[in-house]
């Protein structure tokens, strides 16, 4: 791991069984050394309580630097300032600020809460306001389904960055050109902010395959390939 610098994402335990795979799960993962762990907030905020646990276990029984997501779906400004109230007291100083996935899941259309930070990069601005707040924010190597061309993709990328992102963390991909292609659209475009790449280990190839459908990452015909009869064999799979 020399030289190179990682961070995990987590979900937050729903339960105590849960817990009792993430507890040793971290341990483990400590010890790479990780540049930070972020933990993520369910479609609509619905794991907001969840998330909050989860940050201040982290914070406190690990010491590994924590980033709480954000979102702006479902939620008025003042309660997305309150999560940020409650991030900071913890002494949390890293954020993943999001559009967010409507309540009813990926592919349903997005409504801003009328009260609420309208766009990503509003919340960016507000979280940058703090002057001490490291942002970072999504960006699709293969496009947002929302996004009708790249063109618009990049203009949401480049407000985001202007507005204080200082980095970028992919949607997964399976197909490294994917990556490069739009690291390079990036770079052309003159938006400055570190590009992250997003990478999902494959637990369960079906589940893998139902996700990227939704949120539009191809996955390469050698992987379709490589995977094809193990459903039933999830020691396999791993």
Not at 46 to 62: F, G, M
Not at 138 to 159: C, G, M, R, T
Not at 213 to 226: K, M, N, S, V
Request: aromatic letters at 10%; a neutral charge; proline letters at 7%.
């Amino acid at each position: 791991m020399s030289g190179v610098a990682v961070s995990f994402e987590i979900f937050p335990p729903r339960n105590e069984a849960a817990w009792k795979t993430l507890r040793p799960a971290m341990a483990r993962l400590a010890a790479y050394r990780p540049e930070y762990v972020s933990v993520t907030y369910g479609a609509g905020g619905s794991t907001k309580p969840a998330t909050l646990e989860t940050v201040a276990w982290l914070k406190r029984e690990t010491r590994l630097d924590v980033a709480g997501h954000l979102t702006c779906v479902g939620a008025t400004r003042y309660e997305v300032d309150a999560t940020v109230a409650a991030y900071r007291a913890l002494g949390v100083r890293r954020a993943v600020a999001l559009r967010g996935d409507p309540a009813d899941g990926m592919g349903a259309p997005y409504s801003p809460h009328p009260l609420g930070y309208q766009t990503t990069a509003d919340l960016v601005a507000a979280l940058t306001e703090f002057g001490d707040m490291d942002v970072a924010v999504s960006a699709y190597p293969e496009k947002h389904p929302a996004s009708p061309d790249f063109a618009a993709d990049l203009d949401v990328l480049a407000a985001k960055a202007e507005a204080g992102a200082r980095r970028a963390i992919t949607q997964f991909f399976f197909d490294n050109e994917s990556f490069y292609r739009h690291r390079d659209r990036v770079a052309a475009r003159g938006i400055e902010v570190e590009l992250v790449p997003g990478i999902l280990p494959i637990g369960s190839f079906a589940q893998v395959a139902s996700f990227a459908q939704r949120c539009g990452t191809h996955i390469p015909a050698r992987l379709q390939e490589r995977f094809a009869g193990l459903e039933n064999d999830p020691d396999t799979q791993r």
